[in-house]
């Protein structure tokens, strides 16, 4: 076994004591008022949907030149527009790190969390949030520099790791940890972009997090292959978008918008082709487009619904290979169920 080099334990002290930044607006919206409908109601009134995302990882939500934000949660957000107001473009932004992203959802400054969040039981009952699906399967793994000659996450014993407060990830790393017999030191730092330069410059011998966060950190770096993702996955990390408790008509949009991407990619139907199957005889696709049945009614939204999100966002498939694929990421458990994968929407019927 190749021994790793740990960082000096003067250096881990400045990080581990470092000031965790708390995210303020730039606008504060108001609380949204109480009750089932209450949310969409709201949105409408505005004109515009806000959508909670990560202040930057690569592939999933980030801003580019020009301010405009892009990604896997981005563009699911922007699907979310598109069956609303039959446009993608009228959404608001506001970036949350993982200390904020809970209250600022809670408080109404932003009506969806789209925002690489794990699915857990206390997140789901006692912080008054509605999980609406799982877009990204993903799991906890490491990274270290491929100088280190690491080659499994059991050589980890005795380094020091970086990890983010306030997230599923710091409790897995501890519960590893014990698991395995394994002593680590942590640097705990709020904001992604100091916890990824403390890892950098080599302050931390080892940064976890998601899977797919490690494959967006690495593809950011100046030479990718100084890095290495170990091939141990120690979590389950079911990713999805959130909303308040009790926002059920929203919550209903929210939903099936995802399962409408699932089921045109299944089917077929993609941003380039949806005007023309709507000629398809499939009975499926003919309740997908709108041209049988009353789908859109059911969510409360027009007809077409899902055509405007296929056709101006794509399937779930078009966004993955626009938004993941480049950056490394596999379809995995991601791929469509009838495709050895876990992704499966209900009938739409």
Known sequence: MRPIRLAT???????????????????????????PTATLDAIRARGTLICGVN????????????????????????????????DPSKVRYVPTTTQSRFTALQSGEVDILSRNTTWSMSRDTSLGLDFEGITFYDGQGFMVKTSTGVK???????????????????????????????????VVIERLEELVAAYVAGRCDAFTTDVSGLAGTRSAQSNPADHTILPDVISKEPLGPSIRHGDQRFGDIVRWVH??????????????????????PRPDVQRLVGKTGDLGQMVGLPANWAVNVIKRVGNYGEVFDRNLTPIGIQRGP????????????????
């Open 259 to 280: 399962f409408a991407m699932i089921t045109a990619e299944e089917l077929g139907v993609t941003s380039a082709n949806v005007d023309s199957m709507a000629n398809d």
């Open 334 to 349: 991601n791929a469509l169920w009838n495709k050895g994968g876990l992704q499966y929407a209900p009938p739409m019927r």
């Open 55 to 86: 202040a930057g990882l690569a592939g999933f939500s980030q801003p580019d030149s020009q301010g405009n934000w892009r990604g896997f949660d981005v563009d699911f957000c922007r699907a979310v527009s598109a069956a609303i107001f039959g």
């Open 9 to 35: 334990l003067g250096a881990l002290g400045a990080l581990a004591l470092g000031t965790c930044f708390s995210h303020t607006a730039a606008a504060q919206q108001p609380a949204a008022p109480s009750g």
């Open 152 to 186: 499994t996450a059991k050589e980890l014993d005795g380094a020091t790791i970086c990890v983010q407060p306030g997230t599923t990830t710091e409790q897995n790393l501890t519960d590893w940890a014990r698991s395995n017999n394994i002593r680590f030191t942590p």
